[in-house]
């Protein structure tokens, strides 16, 4: 079956830059999305097709992929940013798989 | 804008079957896009169960599909989830979500508020 593989922690000072990663085999090959969600709320979609916002989503979100990794990126971290990131992807094997989370603490 | 509602028991029986229904408003499901089913176990990660479109195709994700039933009412503008002979292993947030407009591999960008469904006697 296939996994998609995260960290379960990930610390940034407010203002740095937290880089949230999601390996999976040939993962830079298909579609990545990414998904916020904050305790006790729905997830919300922050990035999809690797490096696309929806509308809404601030500029300090990016995303980028390469070969078995997709990584989100949050510039200039806000305390508001404090969340659970979730990655999303598919295999042939199935149509749609999430990585295992990683909690993001903003210090 | 799309919004999506869950409804349904919030607790069921070992053994016994779970139903959902999801409702959506301010989008006609007949335009298209997958519908989807994901769930969230306490305190873990989220999981795939499964995704719909208008016309009924269907996928599901292989570790759940004997025991799921996906299904669609496009004049209620709702879609459905079965889930049977459920164990505590089934207890469980519930989300649906509007998945991707040509194949159930895209993203979800609108989700409803969830559901907590708890599997006891």
């Known amino acids: 079956s296939y996994e998609l593989t995260q960290s379960p922690s990930v610390s940034v000072s407010p203002g740095q830059t937290a880089r949230i990663t999601c390996s999976g085999d040939e993962l830079g090959s298909k579609y990545a999305s990414w998904y916020q969600q904050k305790p006790g709320q729905s997830p919300v979609l922050v990035i999809y097709q690797d490096n696309k916002r929806p509308s809404g989503i601030p500029e300090r979100f990016s995303g980028s992929s390469s070969k078995n990794t997709a990584t989100l990126s949050i510039s200039g971290t806000q305390a508001m940013d404090e969340a659970d990131y979730y990655c999303q992807s598919w295999d042939s094997s199935i149509d749609v798989v999430f990585g295992g989370g990683t909690k993001l603490t903003v210090l | 804008q799309v919004q999506l509602q869950e409804s349904g028991p919030g607790v069921v029986k070992p053994s016994e079957t779970l139903s959902l229904t999801c409702t959506v408003s301010?989008?006609?499901?007949?335009?298209?896009?997958?519908w989807a089913w994901i769930r969230q176990s306490p305190g873990k990660g989220l999981e795939w169960i499964g995704s719909i479109n208008y016309s009924g195709s269907i996928s599901h994700n292989p570790s759940l599909k004997s025991r799921v039933t996906i299904s669609v009412d496009t004049s209620k503008n709702q879609f459905s989830l079965q889930l049977t002979s459920v164990t505590a292993a089934d207890t469980a947030v519930y989300y649906c979500?509007?998945?991707?407009?040509?194949?159930?591999?895209?993203?979800?960008?609108?989700w409803g508020q969830g559901t907590l469904v708890t599997v006891s006697s």
């Open positions: 979500a509007r998945g991707g407009s040509g194949s159930p591999d895209q993203e979800h960008d609108s």
């Open positions: 301010g989008f006609s499901i007949r335009r298209g896009y997958y």
